[in-house]
């Protein structure tokens, strides 16, 4: 992929994810604070600022006459968790079972970036997972009384 590409890829998302904290940062709005600073003035100066700052680059990255070429070493590895974050996410959302499907998400991210692959290492990752979970349950959904 050449550099430019990417850049222009890059900055399409980045100020796509500004868009989408502007308008988070949109319903912070308190109507108690009519014309004065709420809780959403800080994360919309943000979004503006990314976007000013995207606009830039992508100008900057317009004119330049130097283009090369990225390699992206291990590409299918990264898709491959792309597509699992995004599979954890779609499931979270329909099945809202956060912990269960934690557990999957981490054991299939480890067994997928494993060196080396055999029933003592997929225990290992699986053991792993488990203990991971585990603790983020202790602190979030014991101590913390947070519901995923």
């Known amino acids: 992929m ?4 990417a850049s222009y890829l890059t900055l399409a998302a980045l100020t796509l994810l500004a868009g ?22 800080f994360p919309v100066i943000l979004s503006v600022l990314l976007v000013i700052l995207c606009a830039i680059s992508f100008v900057q990255t317009l004119r330049s006459e130097e283009d090369r070429v990225i390699r992206i070493p291990n590409l299918g590895f990264v898709a491959a968790a792309l597509v ?4 954890f996410l779609i499931a979270w959302h329909f099945l809202d079972a956060f912990y269960a499907i934690a557990f999957a998400f981490v054991a299939a991210l480890m067994t997928l970036f494993s060196p ?4 003592r290492q997929h225990a290992f ?3 792993l997972a488990l203990v991971l979970i585990a603790g ?3 602190l979030f959904g014991f101590i913390m009384q947070v519901r995923f």
């Open 116 to 119: 080396r692959g055999g029933v």
């Open 20 to 41: 989408a904290y502007f308008w988070a940062a949109i319903e912070l709005r308190d109507p108690g604070t009519r014309g004065s600073i709420g809780p959403g003035y």
């Open 2 to 5: 050449s550099h430019k590409k």
């Open 136 to 138: 983020v349950y202790g």
């Open 84 to 87: 699992l974050a995004g599979l």
């Open 125 to 127: 990752n699986l053991t």
